[in-house]
Antibody, heavy 115, light 110 residues
Framework: EVQLVESGGGLVQSGGSLRLSCAVSGFTFSGQWMHWVRQAPGKGLVWVSRIKFDGSITGYADSVKGRFTISRDNAKNTLYLQMNSLTAEDTAVYYCAKTDWLDYWGQGTLVTVTS | QSALTQPPSASGSPGQSVTISCAGT?????????VCWYQQHPGKAPKLMIY???KRPSGVPDRFSGSKSGNTASLTVSGLQAEDEADYYC??????????FGTGTKVTVL
């Protein structure tokens, strides 16, 4: 069974940092592109970032470029999102999802940035 | 990186059909067959319903179908059922390692 479990969310002050993790199982993690998507409370889905299966290629939305870094540890079957210089606009549920079709999603982890 | 444009809402009675549009540009929807559709019920994670414009993942009812014409993609839900009431989002690859979602459509089953 495919499973993706996000963790690392919580309350952080504006300007602070947070690292999200996404632990996966049930599929060959090292062979899949992975994505982060976020959803602010009551708002729509927003694509955040993507990483190639070997970590050699990454992509970011303009709104997070230069502040967020996506990475992965294929030995640990874990995807990461390092988030720096956080602002209130980054408050959202963050989901990890597998493949470029986003065919499986985690349950999400809530990040709340306070001013 | 502008969001793809979807109507805020759509509705239909049980058994009827509803079609949701997803308007992009020649740089995203019009350029790639990387259009997907997701269904999201309140408080739940999104679920993939359509990929590569018109393909259905295993387990998705054939009442859901997708198409594309030029810079606009569409999702049609035929034979509406109560459980189809949800938010629906389109997405597309936009080149240069960038993806973009639609603004979302709330489907109501009357």
């Amino acid at each position: 069974e495919v499973q993706l479990v996000e963790s690392g969310g919580g309350l952080v002050q504006s300007g602070g940092s947070l690292r999200l993790s996404c632990a996966v199982s049930g599929f060959t993690f090292s062979g899949q592109w992975m994505h982060w998507v976020r959803q602010a409370p009551g708002k729509g889905l927003v694509w955040v970032s993507r990483i190639k299966f070997d970590g050699s290629i990454t992509g970011y939305a303009d709104s997070v470029k230069g502040r967020f870094t996506i990475s992965r540890d294929n030995a640990k079957n874990t995807l990461y999102l390092q988030m720096n210089s956080l602002t209130a606009e980054d408050t959202a549920v963050y989901y990890c999802a597998k493949t470029d079709w986003l065919d499986y999603w985690g349950q999400g982890t809530l990040v709340t940035v306070t001013s | 990186q502008s969001a793809l444009t979807q109507p805020p809402s759509a509705s239909g009675s049980p058994g009827q059909s509803v079609t949701i549009s997803c308007a992009g540009t020649s740089s995203d929807v019009g350029a790639y067959n990387y259009v997907c559709w997701y269904q999201q019920h309140p408080g739940k994670a999104p679920k993939l319903m359509i990929y590569e414009v018109s393909k259905r993942p295993s387990g998705v009812p054939d009442r859901f179908s997708g198409s594309k014409s030029g810079n606009t993609a569409s999702l049609t839900v035929s034979g509406l059922q109560a459980e189809d009431e949800a938010d629906y989002y389109c997405s597309s690859y936009a080149g240069s390692n960038i993806f973009v979602f639609g603004t979302g459509t709330k489907v109501t089953v009357l």
